[in-house]
DNA sequence: GTCTATAAGGGGATAGAC
DNA sequence: GTCTATCCCCTTATAGAC
């Protein structure tokens, strides 16, 4: 017997018709999340962008928290692959900042909505995901903090607090994503476009490897 | 006739009773706002908090939509008397950048509900608030912008896009309000400290000041 | 296995009592 | 001026039809 990850919707047979649905319901559904939260978004909503009634959504996801776990888990499985900054490409410190910068740039851009629902969830007060988070995401943290502690310790880099950093470098790459509306404003664009998330991360790294006193 | 600031209140007379729910109901729905946004706050939840009746709530704010753009008001009050770099004690750009930095930090750490409130505007597309937003943020904004690109033009700092720096400082200072929870759960504690925002101050100032290329 | 008619409850708002 | 009994609609969820 194959030891398989565990799915959430693990219990229900997959059939063709199955599949197909519960995948475009997951991904209209992070679109009403992103944009509602939790509690705002309706399955009514959500139903309709998938064209299907309300109830025959209630027999794939039998409840609205079953849907809302299953998109969120779907956004922290992309986030972690990419949210580790000592399994970035490059050997050294300059480097590695610059790719982990652009990598999770590339997500807000890629995937503005995960990143929104996320948002929401943390500002909510993480009610549904916290212990998931605090298992999954404080061991790497904890991974990367040592890795920028050592590059301390060997005059590669200010003694700084690691941990402000990378708060610094979530929060600096994430707003693209979040708060793009404000952004836009700011910029009269109607879209970001690709030369904006190139100066971003062009920005952002700079001024962070720097200003952290990393020789290039 | 004395020319008085318009208020969205303002039709109705000012009893000492009105003056006084009013100001505890915007209090507490400021809370509830924040925790769930606007569509996913109950004017029940208010009520309860406020202890009393829903529909004496409905006496004071007529529809849910009048008692959010009412705590939104508050907010984006709050925040512009701060938000100018411009006017920002110092001369030289490392003062200035700096105080613009621990103003922002304070807000977050003062009024963390109404930076939440804010974000779910935003995250949510700012369909409240977009209008008053774009007239009140703009102008500030852009008079930030003259004076960073007036210091990189005298030779004060390296020459970088002036808008992608409020970026990250917005994003930065924020994300100790909003995403509090995440925090907390990095640095294993249960609620942010004086000495957090210290840190966190000293630490976005420094990289900031240096990564521009700003000699102190 | 797939989908829908119907239920049960809570949402914001109003008309009218004090 | 202040507050409440009541309304109507829309929400999620279930029991049962195909």
Known sequence: MSEEKKKIVSSKPQTRIRAAHEKTILSEAEIIFAQ??????????????????????????????SLYLNVLKNIIDIWLEKLTLFNQVGSDPATKIKNYIIDKLELSQKHPNASKVFANEIINGATNIGDYLQERFS????????????WINEGKMDAIDPYHLFFMIWASTQTY????????????KDKLEQCDFDNAAEFISKVVIKGLGISQ
């Open 139 to 150: 061991t790497t943290l904890e991974e990367d903090v040592k890795l920028i502690n050592t």
């Open 177 to 188: 994503a979040d708060f793009s509306v404000q952004i836009q404003l700011a910029l009269k």
């Open 36 to 65: 509602y939260g939790y509690a705002g978004a309706k399955l009514s909503q959500i139903a309709k962008a998938v064209n299907i009634s309300k109830t025959n959504l209630l027999y794939y996801f039998p409840t609205k928290e």
